[in-house]
């Protein structure tokens, strides 16, 4: 079983910054992709960025404010968050997929971290 922990959110004025931890354990072989979604109150929960061995790709409304990155060796992902607006306000997940123990494929979700932007 993988479990994923997340850190980071909270609140913060618009223009201001925040980074979002997500460290994956358990029995990991490898990891495919890792992700950060976010769901607003009473909307979808939608991809902010994705980040892959070969890729990243973000959602545009947060191209050019949020930076995804991985740390293989800690198999964490990270989200840097600048210049942060109102409509950034909401929930954010980690999200992980890969294979344990080198045959099961794997997709786990983080319990999710507030983030208010005020403005």
């Known amino acids: 079983q993988v479990q994923l922990a997340e850190s980071g959110g909270g609140l913060v004025q618009a223009g201001g910054s925040l980074r979002l931890s997500c460290a994956a354990s358990g029995s990991i072989s490898s990891i495919n992709a890792m992700g950060w979604y976010r769901q607003a109150p009473g909307k979808q929960r939608e991809l902010v960025a994705r980040?892959?061995?070969?890729?990243?790709n973000y959602d545009d409304s947060v191209k050019g404010r949020f930076t995804i990155s991985r740390d293989n060796a800690k198999n964490t992902v990270y989200l840097q968050m600048n210049s942060l607006k109102p409509e950034d306000t909401a929930v954010y997940y980690c999200?992980?997929?890969?294979?344990?123990?080198?045959?099961?494929?794997?997709?786990?979700w983080g319990q999710g971290t507030q983030v208010t932007v005020s403005s």
């Open positions: 980040i892959t061995s070969g890729s990243t």
């Open positions: 999200n992980v997929g890969g294979r344990v123990n080198l045959i099961r494929s794997f997709n786990s």
